[in-house]
């Protein structure tokens, strides 16, 4: 259930948000982002997407008892909160929650690594901690995480995600948190952001969040052997910040399916990096992989910009001591133009080598699978495990 701390009545909102209501007090009794179900005495907040726009559902909201929250109305209409823009308000009411729940607020982003880094810390916190749920790390998915806080946790994790320049300029403008972790900075996304400095500029908002800029991970200045050791010593200066007692020395993270999971099937292995890919985080994660007993599948890396040839022809060129199964337009283009021996591209799961791969899985071969969301790797996965 989504809540504001702190706030009880129409008339607290109101005057909270520097807003205009009815003359008529009523009790607030939670949040709902949904008007389908939404139930009597919530507070609707209307988001707009791309494709979408809350305010068309205002009525329904209002028709099932509840109440609204809009950037354009009659204060005066029963059951209204007007106020001057409705994201920037919801954004103050999540800064309420989070202060009057007096949580420890860890706030996350980067090119890479995030959902690992917020998994890797909300496990080891444990029930005390509340955590970005999947992959809501978005604008809206920001808020879901904030407002789902109830007053029974200690931490409150917060996975940010950016996907253009200036994704993070409200969030640094009316939220605060206790400690800013940055995993990386990558290609990913400089289609929309234009540059490696423009990313870096937009995750870099986040700072502004911080109450003490002492408790600031920069997982760029941390340099370990495999991207596993990176997140483990990030996690242990995390937990130290937080006033928390070090990792067992026997810890051992279970990676997520998509992120690095390792799959033992007919006698070999398969590595499910299939989540996500970039430059960056395809040659990290194969860096000290065996040429002699790795294969490596790859999907075309997305939202490269102008680059994303020379990118993928850049990362077959580093790689090229492995035996390379592609998939992909631009791995197809790349693989006729360069004409390498050791590469064999296939176009759909229809013509997917599975009964090859399953050869080399009973060789005690080692399958990597990693690629961008739209290349779908994880079909090509489920094809060797359940045919």
Known sequence: MFKVAGLETNRDFALFLSGETSEAICKIKGISFDSRTITKDQLFVPLCGKKFDGNDYIKDALDKGGFALTDHGNPATDRLIVVHDVYSSLLKLCQKHISELDVKTVFITGSYGKTTMKEMLSITLGDNCHASLENQNNEFGIPYTILGCSSEKKYLIVECGARKNGDF???????????????????????????????????????????????????????????????????????????????????????????????????????????????????????????????????????????????????????????????????????????????????????????????????????????????????????????
């Open 169 to 387: 300029s409200l969030l640094a403008k009316y939220l605060k948190c206790d400690l800013f972790i940055l995993t990386g900075i990558a290609h990913n996304h400089i289609e929309t952001m234009g540059s490696i400095e423009n990313i870096e500029k937009t995750k870099l908002e986040l700072l502004k969040c911080l109450k003490n800029k002492k408790f600031f991970i920069d997982g760029r200045e941390i340099f370990k052997d495999t991207y596993i050791e990176k997140n483990t010593e990030i996690l242990r200066q995390a937990l130290s910040y937080l006033g928390e007692k070090d990792l067992d020395p026997k810890f051992k993270f279970e990676l997520p399916p998509g992120r690095g999971k390792i799959i033992k099937h007919l006698g070999g292995e398969i590595i499910d990096h299939s989540y996500n890919s970039s430059p960056y985080t395809l040659t990290e994660t194969t860096k000290n992989l065996d040429p002699k007993e790795h294969i490596l599948i790859l999907g075309d890396m997305a939202e490269l910009g102008k680059k994303e040839k020379k990118l993928h022809e850049d990362v077959i060129k580093k790689l090229s001591g492995f035996q390379l199964i592609l998939t992909g337009t631009i791995f197809g283009e790349i693989q006729r133009k360069m004409n390498l021996e050791n590469i064999l591209h296939f176009s759909s799961l229809e013509s997917f080598p599975r009964e090859y791969l399953i050869k080399q899985l009973k060789k005690s071969k080692k399958l990597y699978f990693k690629g961008s969301r739209s290349s779908r790797m994880e079909i090509y996965i489920d094809a060797l495990i359940n045919g």
